[in-house]
T-cell receptor, first 113, second 112 residues
Framework: EAQVTQNPRYLITVTGKKLTVTCSQN?????MSWYRQDPGLGLRQIYY???????DKGDVPEGYKVSRKEKRNFPLILESPSPNQTSLYFC????????????FGEGSRLTVL | DAKTTQPPSMDCAEGRAANLPCNHS???????VYWYRQIHSQGPQYIIH???NNETNEMASLIITEDRKSSTLILPHATLRDTAVYYC?????????????FGGGTRLMVKP
């Protein structure tokens, strides 16, 4: 089954404790992206990657890092999480075609205390 | 990318067609209209997209006006499982970063 898998789905952590949210897709997609969703603000793009070793900032990249060492994986790294990073995070992927549909993961709900 | 305007909420009776409008009066020639939906807090799900012609797939139909300033998503026979927030998004073909801008969307409630 074609899917985008995120882990963990739920996480409560404390300020400053580094964490990584993993994202993996099994569709051989070139493009991958991270979004966060907050009440009243909709979905906002954090980072995206057009292909392996190619990443770029989205709308709200501050406080986040990403890497794309393999085509299927696109982890989101929070080096020093803060409470304002409490949010619902989504990973998405698509083919190289700019008109292609985005496939989203099921989301990772992160709480930073 | 052009902005979109959608009604915040709509109701529809189960089994009837749901017609969700979207206004995108500032759309430009290279911008596509996309529709996604989000059921509760699940990941958004792609529904359909189009440039200027009407489009249909197994989920829905997309009707785009001739001047492309508005469009309508049609769910022909709405079921309870279609209750969700529906997002109309306009984005340029040249937006390689694919930064989909999800606005407030329309919360569709399908009632028995």
């Amino acid at each position: 089954e074609a899917q985008v898998t995120q882990n963990p789905r739920y996480l409560i952590t404390v300020t400053g404790k580094k964490l990584t949210v993993t994202c993996s897709q099994n569709m051989n997609h070139e493009y991958m992206s991270w979004y966060r969703q907050d009440p009243g603000l909709g979905l906002r793009q954090i980072y995206y990657s057009m292909n392996v070793e190619v990443t770029d900032k989205g709308d709200v990249p501050e406080g986040y890092k990403v890497s794309r060492k393999e085509k299927r994986n696109f982890p989101l790294i929070l080096e020093s999480p803060s409470p304002n990073q409490t949010s619902l995070y989504f990973c998405a992927s698509r083919t190289a075609s700019p008109t292609g549909e985005l496939f989203f993961g099921e989301g990772s709900r992160l709480t930073v205390l | 990318d052009a902005k979109t305007t959608q009604p915040p909420s709509m109701d529809c009776a189960e089994g009837r067609a749901a017609n969700l409008p979207c206004n995108h009066s500032t759309i430009s020639g290279n911008e596509y209209v996309y529709w996604y939906r989000q059921i509760h807090s699940q990941g958004p799900q792609y529904i359909i997209h189009g440039l200027k012609n009407n489009e249909t797939n197994e989920m829905a139909s997309l009707i785009i006006t001739e001047d492309r300033k508005s469009s309508t998503l049609i769910l022909p026979h709405a079921t309870l499982r279609d209750t969700a927030v529906y997002y109309c998004i306009v984005r340029s073909y040249y937006n390689a970063g694919n930064m989909l801008t999800f606005g407030g969307g329309t919360r569709l409630m399908v009632k028995p």
